[in-house]
């Protein structure tokens, strides 16, 4: 259970990723320090366009990064400069998307699509054996009966069984981390439930770890109850650490207006929850990120001079066991509402 | 803002430049490739035509005209190119030493006067046939006009030429089509007279009835289609809401709007307006650049050829430049470089 | 065990067969769907049929018949008869059988040139969307760099250069100068499908970049690409045909393009007897090129796949 015994599959070390938009830099993501650990299950939550997706790409290494370290396994990325090392690496790590409309080539059966990976990496011998891994794979993601799923095109299914084959097809190369990036928040919610219970079963079974994209903080806390949390905020994290820790105990004001805003009677939830009136509903643009703490703009608790100076730095508060980058609660101060 | 667009046109000035030297530089060479030269082609039909010897006929093309078959030819790129720079096209190596700019200004005037006229009919024509069009959907006039548009845009402009001459002038002799080859009648006087205008437009009447109906089933069928999906848009569905007048509705919102795909491509035939057509040119005897180039291609005018190629091209670049640059200021999305991240 | 046994059923060869049988009658019904594309494929059939089967039937008459000057008559030409259904030419020989005859190698000719144009276009299209880059530019300014020399005077520049005995010289010149327009919409398209979830999902999978071009990004573009085929096969009979028209292309009987060009040469233009050696090539390759563009709107319904499957 514990996460710390075992060495990181990805480490994120201040890593930057910039856009150039026209002659401007998007500083999408900016310092980012994040550990993923085999077999563990990492939410990284925020609002959208926080960086969550240009996070998940990196760790799953489909998109470069600007600036900083990542390390792989123990090593740095770059030094994986073999080619059949450099696509087993690639083939460690899968990703499941959003758009259960937009993951699936339209113009291949589901057989097809799951069969082209598994013929180009030699994962099956011959046509039998083909066939019983196609089947094993379906009946792995909850999708039967098989026979009838194979000869479909993807318009012929459902959103939910979409998703399904697309974390079949992820399965295929037996990967050691999946990216969920919001996998479910396309899918009716009645099917949620299920298709995040078969993820959890999943991870146990096939021992990989999930890094788990959601806007959702109560999807979120379902699902990664054994696992830990990351707050994004404008291509920052704001707040590291196990589930219960963040849910139950918020430390920083961002976390704490999220979990304001989470709609359902959640029993933990509710617990910590409190009245958040912030004091902007705009987020800032890219473009412009408010100088220091990026949220000093719209929190509740700002302090002149203090928030507004410098970048805070993630750092365990006193009363809490996550890390959180807020200023005044590493300075021990009382978090109160600013009056200006 | 300012000095970013400003470095964008730079951009893509600076690159304008560079294709017309390539475009320049490969045709020239190019057409040195050609078999047979601007002097033997002389020389044959001295002694051809005239019965001379090869030798005397060689001393009387030597008198003729300095061009010089044995140089090499990468000192004549040179010797053309320090002309360029000093806007010099060089003299024709046919026309008894007419300077080739001479000749292209005398020859330009009527292809864009005639390929001219032409974009400007089936443009504005066909923008509204393709408005009303669209907006009066499956009616009888977009049925009919479908048709007509789908089958005129289908058929090759000579071909277009040739039906006309034999069929509206030979057999039904609707069009006196004998009279109206060439440019102007010889004999009347040029000059800013009605009687030579009326026998500009006669003239011309045949090629730009051509190009009118090889593109303006084109501009129609685009022009449809672009008010059918601006028609669709919401903030017609608004002002429609708000009680606008149909007319004003179709005459302010949707037509110009629904034009504004059409200008970038305005823009680019533009540019092919002073190329004009060759074969329409051709078959219609009409003095413009296209049929001029074609005749230097047979005598091996390498100057002539050289200079009409680097007109169409300045053309053809300087047009694409603008149409880049109305596209960007029509939609101000492009103007930011796109959203395009860069790895 | 009895469902493995189904899913391999599922891979065999049967079921392809039912599957494509299935598309059969899905092409077939897609065909049908577009009126004015059903037209264009029969218009388009039937030229076909003309100049394959035709010339079994129809005698090819080369050799002129002065046998046929009709007492008193000044010319050779005659207009359409019981005999000679589209009349006779300047040398009293059957207008049909040069349709007949001459339709095959130009559209031979135009279809070379369309088919090895849309490669040409696609490859490099394909390279400078997926590849980006440096190769990107190369191929964006060499496209750019054609598009700027007018096409047809730089044709009759090549034409004298390089001299055309045979089919496949004059549609690789075709293809030379032909690709940029297609090329670029291809890229475009390319860049677009580039972008989409799946292909990222193929290449997180690992299964390389000769995969994801033939079975990921070009599928979803074959619709296009048959289309603009069509509409390069058009534009090269377009140039072929006009340089026939203006005697640059060695010309060998029997051709459409070769039949306009003596018409014109005997003054047929103004000759209103000597109309039918004009009138039918002329008709013909008007109808001809009708019946491609017609037809593209079928072949639209019939390769888009969701158009299809959605049946
Ligand atoms: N390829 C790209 N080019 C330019 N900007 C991008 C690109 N990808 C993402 N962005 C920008 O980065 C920001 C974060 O995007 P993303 O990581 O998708 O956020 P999230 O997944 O949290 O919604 C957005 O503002 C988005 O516009
Ligand atoms: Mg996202």
Known sequence: MSTAQRAPLVELKHVDRFFRKGNATLKVLQDINLNVYPNEILCLVGESGCGKTTTGKIIAGLLNHSGGEVNVQGRPLASYSDRREKAHLRRTFQIVHQDPFASLNPSHTIAKILSFPLLRHKMVKNRTELAARLLELLELVDLTPPQDILNKYPHQLSGGQRQRVSIARALTVQPKLIVADEAVSMVDVSIRIGILKMLLRLKEELDIAIVFITHDLALAKYFAWQGRIAVMYLGRIVEIGRTPDVIGNPAHPYTRALLAAVPEADPDVTRAKEEMPLRSEDIPGLLNIPHGCAFHPRCPFFVPGLCDAEVPKLAVARGFNQEAACAPLELGLPLTTYAG | MRKLIRSYTFRTVVQGLITIWAVMTFTFFLIRLMPGNPAQIKIDEYVDRYGMSEDQARQQVATLFNYDPDQPVFEQYVDYLSDLVRFDLGRSLTSTETPVAEQILRFLPWTLFSVGLALLVAFSLGVLVGLAMAYWRGGLLDNVMTVFASVIYAIPDYIIALLLIMVAGVQLKLIPVGELYGGSTQGIEPGFTVEYILDLLKHAFLPVFTYVLATIGGWMLTMKSSTISTLGEDYITVARARGLPERRLLTAYVGRNAMLPLMTRLAISIGFVVGGSAIIETLFLYPGLGRNLVLAIGLRDYTTMQGIFLVIAISVVVSNILADLLYGWLDPRVRLGGDKGTE | ?311
């Not at chain 3, 019904?29 to 100049?51: C, E, P, Q, S, Y």
């Open chain 3, 1 to 311: 065990m009895s469902a493995s046994a189904d899913v391999r059923a599922v891979l065999s060869e049967k079921s392809l067969v039912q599957r494509l049988s299935s598309g059969t009658r899905g092409t077939v019904r897609a065909l049908l769907r577009n009126k004015a594309g059903f037209l264009g494929f029969l218009g388009v059939m039937f030229f076909i049929i003309l100049t394959t089967l035709g010339p079994l039937v129809i005698p090819y008459e080369g050799d002129p018949r002065l046998d046929r000057l009709r007492p008193g008559a000044r010319s050779l030409f005659a207009p359409p008869s019981v005999e000679h259904p589209l009349g006779l030419d300047v040398k009293g020989r059957d207008v049909l059988s040069h349709i007949v005859h001459g339709g095959g190698p130009l559209i031979l000719t135009a279809l070379e040139a369309g088919i090895l144009t849309t490669i040409v276009a696609v490859a490099l299209g394909a390279a400078a969307g997926l590849l980006g880059g440096f190769i990107d530019q190369i191929i964006s300014a060499a496209s750019n760099f054609i598009l700027t020399i007018p096409q047809f005077p730089l044709l009759l520049v090549l034409a004298t250069i390089v001299t055309f005995d045979n089919r496949l010289g004059m549609a690789l010149l075709l293809a030379v100068l032909n690709w940029p327009t297609l090329m670029r919409a291809v890229r475009a398209q390319v860049m677009s499908l580039k972008s989409r979830d799946y292909v990222e999902a193929a290449f997180a999978l690992d299964l390389g970049l000769w995969h994801i071009t033939t079975r990921e990004v070009l599928p979803n573009m074959i619709s296009y690409i048959v289309v603009n085929m069509i509409f390069t096969i058009r534009s090269a009979m377009y140039f072929i045909i006009a340089l026939m028209f203006l005697g640059l292309v060695p010309l060998t009987e029997p051709d459409w393009g070769m039949m306009i060009f003596i018409g014109k040469q005997q003054g047929s233009l103004s000759n209103p007897e000597a109309a039918w050696m004009l009138l039918a090539p002329v008709l013909a390759i008007a109808l001809f090129q009708l019946s491609l563009v017609l037809f593209t709107r079928s072949l639209e319904e019939v390769f888009n796949p969701r158009l299809r499957q959605g049946v």
